[in-house]
């Protein structure tokens, strides 16, 4: 039993590992310390500098969290998007911008045809239904299928991901002028959102943030 629809029971809530205190300001991953007042950054986003403002993840990208994720983007679960559309919002409410239009990043269309679903455009309709903001599902597209980034270096994901997803050109008018916040599942080393950002910055979006339900953190 739970306390809600689609909610945890407390076995699950208690294995879940929620993102809360101190985080680095580009991506979210937990730090140590309290804040400053001042920007902070982990070792990842200082020695690789986003193209993107702000970022934050509601979960770390193990135990529960990644059965959940694994379960929404592989094991046709996509009711867990409704509760993690409450949990982002949480996380991503110091980013919440007047006039933001949410946008996932997309799946090349064969990838779509298999899945019979974007997980990540799931959470970006959750999210907006939670914020209020508007969500354009195709607000980017991908016309090159590229390889399973499982088991690549960051350097060989970033090489991989390089200019590979596109404004959708009759959707430029969307992002033009506008705070683009980009939704994905799970943010490994950034390559994909980085691609995703480059794409918004080429449609002529006017600041760019990122929010993703679990990221992946180094161990202690």
Request: include cysteine; hydrophobic fraction near 40%.
């Given at each position: ?13 208690r294995d879940t590992p929620f993102i ?49 994720v694994l379960a929404l983007k592989h ?135 990122v929010v993703t339900l679990a990221r ?5």
């Open positions: 039993m739970v306390d809600s629809d689609f909610g945890l029971c407390g076995a699950c809530w809360g205190g101190t985080v680095c300001d580009a991506c979210g991953v937990p730090l140590p310390g309290e804040a400053d007042g001042f920007r902070l950054e982990c070792d990842d986003c200082m020695t690789m500098p986003r193209p993107w403002k702000q970022g934050r993840a509601a979960l770390i990208y193990k135990d529960r969290a990644r059965q959940m094991g046709d679960r996509p009711e867990i998007a409704h509760p993690a559309g409450l949990w982002m919002a949480r996380a991503a409410r110091p980013l919440l911008r007047q006039g933001m239009v949410i946008a996932p990043v997309p799946l090349h269309w064969s990838r779509l045809l298999k899945r019979r679903y974007n997980q990540s455009a799931l959470l970006g309709q959750a999210l907006a239904r939670e914020t209020g903001l508007a969500f354009c599902p195709d607000l980017l597209v991908r016309p090159e299928r590229t390889t399973c980034q499982d088991g690549k270096t960051a350097a060989m994901r970033f090489a991989d991901l390089a200019g590979t997803i596109e404004p959708h050109p009759k959707r430029r008018h969307r992002m033009a002028g506008r705070a683009v916040l980009l939704v994905d599942d799970v943010m490994t080393s950034g390559a994909t959102l980085t691609a995703c950002a480059e794409a918004c910055r080429a449609g002529g979006a006017r600041e760019i943030y992946v953190a180094k161990d202690d």
